[in-house]
């Protein structure tokens, strides 16, 4: 158990010549705090995956430094860490049975046999192994492969960290559900800093108490569900999060105003006179923009087609050359192919070149 | 149920019929034929029943004392080459690089003895092992050893294990790389992560995912071995004395060096038995050692 400070990290593939843009981790500096449950958000190829097996040793960093409650450890192996990590496809040692998989991790650490035991049990039990400890491990579903994988990541009570690598992406959905509150339900047990990677928000967002959004190979935000969802650092996370994304459209931005196509939108903060030359955009959530019927005040649309989801209704509507979500009030039945829009004024971010431009109240 | 009979059927197993006859069961249906059976040339041919086999399991005769004695030989012989060939193999292929231009390189030099003739083989050891032209033999005689093939059992045996070894340990050896190298990355990364030794990662992860392979190499190895004829024949030509007479090189000398025909069918009979039947124990033990007895299960 520890917390976990990452100190200017950075890694390339192509070496530390690489040019900067290439990298695969650009510099980062962030500190993890002991029993944590955190997850590293971002599509393929953002750099997660390599952030967490820098973490784990498995790949050392072209700069920077990572400390376990202060301790520097960058230049010690995987084994001398003290981390667990499971795979994103299950790993099983075949000619063991279940319970000598789970006990693998503490034999080789030299633990007492009876400590290795009781362990092992207390594992077992809470992931629903038990009935299978006796069992080889290969002939098991998937899923209980990758249980056990799990298993092996927390049987250990001493670690720095247990680290995720994708682990649900091999389970079907409805087991993918069990496990993950299985998960939630350990993390709060074991009290040990968890980090998860996935591509899936909806994993990230019931996972973890901190999000950590990557693009690029960089870190865009870091913070709470809520957070991401309000107040998105960055227009690559407003549209990455959220189903559907936030809109994000080209506008002027003067003092309590922007203005969208000739039309002027109100905003809750006052922004003053934003700098030149950056490219201006303001984001707004669908949920805060509804549809209405056109009128003269508001900012009037073509509607493309109606998204039901079920307990919401979205409308995918076009501003000019901008596509656009709205919600779909409860009661409004859509009449023609145009509508007017109305804008939650607390909701209306601003974005100067993709970052969010805080605003004076 | 409706059972659809279309005699058609018949004439569309017909060409595997044919194939299967004319390949193997006539060729091996005139072997039995003279096997009950002896000559004295001029094709006359007279009916001896199961003489031959008995004969051959009896050590008292000539027939079975040479057969019985080659055949120890011969397991002898297969079984120091497993014994040695198998572990030399893996080691090799756990030596072996993973990636880089010297994967090729690796792969090449490991290649270049399987793809030797055998009598060449055979020829390159006879000659690089003798005395007075041979490095092997030369250099060896020069340290103070005695050695000389053509006059020492032991010699002779060396030789030709030595030889064996450096032509099919690459077979072994192949074979392991390549199951070595389906083992996905994680399963060595969360070995690292588990804090296995390396001795533990080679029980528990290598081991387990060589097992197919190993199974296809040691087979085949038997096979060969078991069956070996060539390179001795060149080599040693079976001597001294017997010495290196393995069956198959006593099966040739029956069958062409004395036209005994009757007593070189019911020789190779016996010895294609013995091939059939230890492979099937070798395939049934290493496939079952592997996984779970049902009862067990069971009890689970």
Known sequence: MARIDLVDLAHSYGGNDAPQESFALKPVTMTWRQGGAYALLGPSGCGKTTLLNLISGIVTPSRGKILFDGRDITPLSTQKRNIAQVFQFPVIYDTMTVGQNLAFPLKNRGVAKAEVDARVRQIADLLDLTPYLKRKATRLTADAKQKISLGRGLVRSDVAAVLFDEPLTVIDPELKWQLRSKLKALHRELDLTMIYVTHDQTEALTFADTVVVMHDGRVVQSGTPAELFDKPAHTFVGYFIGSPGMNIVPAEVRGHEARVDGHVIGLHRNYGVLPAGKKIEIGVRPEFVDVAPPASGLLSATIERIDDLGRIQFARVRVGDTKFAARVPPGFSVSGNTAGLIFNPAHVHVYADSHLVEGVA | ?300
């Not at chain 2, 050590?59 to 079984?79: C, E, H, I, K, V």
């Not at chain 2, 103070?144 to 060396?158: Q, T």
């Open chain 2, 1 to 300: 149920m409706d059972k659809t009979i279309n005699q058609k059927a018949w004439f569309l197993v017909l060409p595997v019929f044919l194939v299967v006859a004319f390949s193997a069961v006539l060729p091996l249906m005139t072997v039995v034929n003279y096997s009950m059976q002896d000559t004295f040339g001029n094709n006359q041919f007279f009916w001896n029943g199961v003489g031959w086999f008995k004969e051959l399991l009896d050590p008292s005769t000539d027939l079975g004392g040479r057969f019985l004695a080659s055949l120890g030989r011969n397991l002898f012989f297969s079984a120091v080459i497993l014994a040695i060939e198998v572990p030399l193999g893996i080691i090799v292929a756990l030596s072996m690089p993973r990636e880089g231009w010297s994967v090729a390189a690796c792969l090449v030099i490991l290649a270049l003895p399987l793809l030797i003739p055998w009598n060449v083989v055979g020829t390159i050891w006879q000659i690089f092992g003798r005395p007075d032209i041979g490095l092997l033999g030369y250099v060896l005689n020069h340290l103070g050893l005695n050695y000389n093939y053509v006059s020492n059992e032991v010699d002779a045996w060396v030789t030709v294990i030595v030889m064996d070894v450096w032509h099919w340990t690459s077979l072994v050896a192949l074979l392991c790389y390549a199951g070595l190298k389906s083992i996905p990355d994680a399963y060595y990364q969360a070995a690292q992560i588990d804090g296995a030794s390396r001795w533990a990662v080679f029980k528990a992860i290598q081991l387990p995912k060589m097992n197919r392979v190993l199974l296809i190499a040691v087979l085949l190895r038997f096979m060969d071995s078991f069956m070996i004829y060539t390179e001795p024949f060149v080599v040693t030509g079976g001597g001294p004395g017997n010495s290196t007479t393995f069956v198959s090189i006593e099966l040739v000398k029956i069958a062409l060096g004395q036209f005994d025909l009757g007593k070189a069918a019911a020789l190779s009979l016996v010895y294609n038995l013995i091939i059939l039947i230890v492979c099937w124990v070798f395939y049934t033990v290493m496939v079952n050692a592997g996984s779970e007895r049902p009862a067990k299960e069971g009890a689970a």
